[in-house]
């Protein structure tokens, strides 16, 4: 098992700034491999926005290359997602997800609203 806690959304200005975290703990830890973010705006599907694997690798969906970035400490088992230059399509309720060999978990989302 795993717990998956997010944090550090809130209300911004478009061009802003927002640091997201992900923290991960329980029994199962030493298995985490992949340690992704995912967002839903209402009325839409949970979409991937950022991934990072045990070994560093990262991908990004196209709408946020060059302005999120994700990072993993892995002494700590948290995923933090750097978000830069939001823009009001950023708005969303953002999900972390954690996947290890035999399963994934979810953490309880943290909402992130950009104003124009």
């Known amino acids: 098992q795993v717990r998956v806690v997010d944090s550090g959304g809130g209300l911004v200005q478009a061009g802003g700034s927002l640091r997201l975290s992900c923290a991960a703990s329980g029994r199962d830890i030493f298995r985490i491999n992949a340690m992704n973010w995912y967002r839903q705006a209402p009325g839409n599907k949970r979409d991937f926005v950022a991934g990072i694997t045990s070994g560093g690798s990262t991908n990004y969906v196209d709408s946020v290359k060059g302005r999120f970035t994700i990072s993993r400490d892995n002494a700590k088992n948290t995923v933090y997602l750097q978000m830069d230059s939001l823009k009001p399509e950023d708005t969303a309720v953002y999900y972390c997800?954690?996947?290890?060999?035999?399963?994934?978990?979810w953490g309880q989302g943290t909402q992130v609203t950009v104003s124009s």
């Open positions: 997800r954690v996947t290890t060999p035999m399963s994934f978990y």
